[in-house]
């Protein structure tokens, strides 16, 4: 069998003073394992060690215990990164570059040639819905159509994995919808996604399973329809799942 996509197990995260002292454990002790094809959302208020773990993921913090891995390699390898694309809550994109200038810069990065590049573009472009406005610079975008020249840029170099830090962030209904769909198309097209998001109701009928953080720890994890499933108003199913869980802490 193959190895999950993503394998964390006991992780930990101590943030630590000028003196070496422990200031804060933002990571207490997680396990999680996704597999491919997985919408994985992994929810919590701020504070919960959300974003700690991403960084964890991509390489970006060294654990202070415990390993991920992805792929079966460690994150920092770059074959496992070179098979990942990353969105952050906060896309900084240049406003005076159009979107399809955009991704190509992207996909320069990506050391595509130039003429793959931009047959790679077209096809993002068309792909996230932005086909009429790909000649038009993103500073006059909305937060919504920018979220998508972001997501475009992401998935330049076709990874197998894409994680997602808090996509919907700032977003209005409009903007959450078109970002949510654009994640069920691409969930569709077999790529593994993990989700952060403290937009509970958001990622409910997104996410095929999910795992809750509070205070550095998993307090529940499940498949989203079987958490719907067992509660008695579908609507707010996973974030009353959600509230029971942290009430236990």
Not at 47 to 74: E, H, N, Q, R, Y
Not at 130 to 156: C, D, H, I, Q, T
Not at 168 to 189: H, Q
Not at 204 to 226: F, M
């Given at each position: 069998m193959?190895a999950p996509?993503i394998?964390?197990?006991g992780?930990?995260k ?7 002292r422990p ?9 999680l394992?996704v597999?491919k094809?997985?919408v994985?959302?992994?929810l919590?208020?701020n504070?919960?060690g959300k974003?700690t773990?991403?960084?964890?993921v991509?390489g970006l913090l060294?654990?202070?215990?415990g390993?991920v891995?992805l792929?079966?390699?460690?994150p920092r ?7 990942l694309g990353y969105?952050?809550?906060l896309?900084?994109?240049h406003?005076f ?10 996909a320069g ?10 047959a790679r573009?077209?096809e993002?472009?068309?792909?996230v819905?932005?086909a ?5 610079p993103?500073?006059?975008f909305s937060k ?6 972001a997501?475009a840029s992401?998935?330049v ?6 994680i997602?830090?808090?996509?919907t962030?700032?977003?209005?209904p ?5 970002v949510k769909?654009?994640i069920r198309?691409?969930a ?7 989700v952060?998001s403290?937009?509970l109701f958001?990622m409910?009928?997104v996410c095929?399973r ?6 550095g720890?998993?307090v529940?994890s499940?498949?989203?329809?079987d958490?719907v499933?067992a509660?008695?108003?579908k609507r707010?199913a996973?974030?009353?799942y959600f ?7």
């Amino acid at each position: 069998m193959s190895a999950p996509v993503i394998e964390i197990s006991g992780l930990h995260k101590t943030f630590r003073d000028f003196w070496f002292r422990p200031v804060a454990e933002a990571v207490n002790g997680i396990d999680l394992v996704v597999e491919k094809g997985d919408v994985f959302g992994l929810l919590g208020p701020n504070g919960s060690g959300k974003s700690t773990t991403i960084k964890m993921v991509l390489g970006l913090l060294a654990p202070t215990s415990g390993s991920v891995k992805l792929f079966g390699l460690p994150p920092r390898n770059r074959a496992a990164r070179a098979r990942l694309g990353y969105l952050p809550e906060l896309s900084y994109l240049h406003p005076f570059l159009t979107a399809r200038e955009t991704v190509m810069y992207y996909a320069g990065l990506s050391n595509l040639d130039r003429k793959t590049a931009k047959a790679r573009t077209a096809e993002l472009i068309e792909q996230v819905g932005l086909a009429e406005n790909a000649n038009r610079p993103v500073g006059g975008f909305s937060k919504g159509m920018a979220r998508r020249v972001a997501f475009a840029s992401a998935l330049v170099s076709r990874p197998e994995l894409l994680i997602l830090d808090e996509p919907t962030s700032g977003l209005d209904p409009i903007g959450t919808r078109e970002v949510k769909e654009l994640i069920r198309r691409l969930a569709a097209d077999g790529l593994t996604i993990l989700v952060t998001s403290h937009q509970l109701f958001d990622m409910q009928d997104v996410c095929s399973r999910v795992a809750i953080l509070s205070h550095g720890k998993v307090v529940g994890s499940g498949r989203v329809e079987d958490i719907v499933a067992a509660a008695d108003d579908k609507r707010h199913a996973l974030e009353d799942y959600f509230v029971e869980r942290l009430k236990v802490q």
